[in-house]
């Protein structure tokens, strides 16, 4: 009897085996391997966005009419990745040691993981009316912005 596996078809097993492992020790996607993260939102971006929210709100207000807005913002956008802070806090109250971030295999390459954006904060808005702004409507105006946008009245000017 004949041996099922001759010489040429135990070669050809080999091979095909040799190469199904090189194939999976090969890694997928592009090739890319950019370690960068995702940028933050932009800050003036941000806040064109939000001035034309705000001058659509105060437009809808009944005795408003042409609106301009200016915000400021306290600081740029936060990004927070996940990691594990070994280490002391010292007597003062400040923390010593390492941060050690979580790694994840993204389709362009490593990133860190994120776990939240923090948005900026407003810290004033100006808006001026033009064509019958009273001191009612300036008050209304006012609240409407103090709740939508978080922040005190006295942080918020109407012209």
Do not use: F, H, W
């Not at 306290?74 to 790694?103: C, F, H, P, Q």
Request: net charge negative; glycine share 12%.
């Amino acid at each position: 009897m004949k041996n099922p596996l001759s010489k040429k078809g135990t070669l050809i097993i080999i091979c095909c085996t040799v190469l199904g492992v090189i194939l999976l020790a090969l890694p997928l996607g592009k090739g890319k391997t950019d370690t960068a993260a995702p940028a933050p939102i932009e800050a003036e971006s941000y806040t064109e966005r939000l001035e034309e929210r705000v001058r659509e709100l105060c437009s809808s207000v009944r005795g408003v009419g042409e609106v301009t807005v200016l915000l400021t913002l306290e600081s740029g956008s936060e990004l927070v990745y996940a990691s594990n802070k070994t280490g002391e806090k010292d007597a003062d109250g400040s923390s010593s040691g390492t941060t050690d971030y979580l790694i994840i295999d993204g389709g362009d390459g490593d990133a860190p993981l994120l776990v939240k954006e923090i948005y900026p904060r407003v810290r004033g808005v100006a808006v001026v009316c033009r064509g019958g702004c009273g001191d009612g409507t300036r008050a209304e105006l006012t609240e409407l912005l103090s709740a939508s946008l978080g922040i005190s009245a006295n942080r918020i000017k109407i012209a």
